[in-house]
């Protein structure tokens, strides 16, 4: 049985038949290939990321001109950094997978 989270998460799911997606990076865009802890974080972005939202693929992805292709079944997230530097969490079903993190800068 499945615990009920303590409080809310900041992470949220996009839609899950969402097709095909192309996602169009920024040159100042960063990518960080990371797995998903036991702790169910996707890992450490830099504390200097506080506060800010980012983008969470499960699966290593590649950049191929400046964009990342995705299919319909790919699980993507939206979360954001906390102020210890780490990932809004993506639940217990993703523990030890691999995922591509990108950070936008502006």
Known sequence: ???????????????????????????????????????????YVGISNAGEACTMILGHKKAQDNKIDLLAEGAIYTCIVDSKDRLSSVGLQNIEQNCTIILAFK
């Open 1 to 43: 049985m499945p615990r009920s989270p303590i409080r809310s998460t900041k992470t949220e799911r996009w839609q899950v038949n969402h097709g095909r997606i192309t996602l169009h990076l920024n040159f100042s865009d960063r990518i960080i290939l990371r797995t998903v802890t036991d702790k169910v974080f996707p890992g």
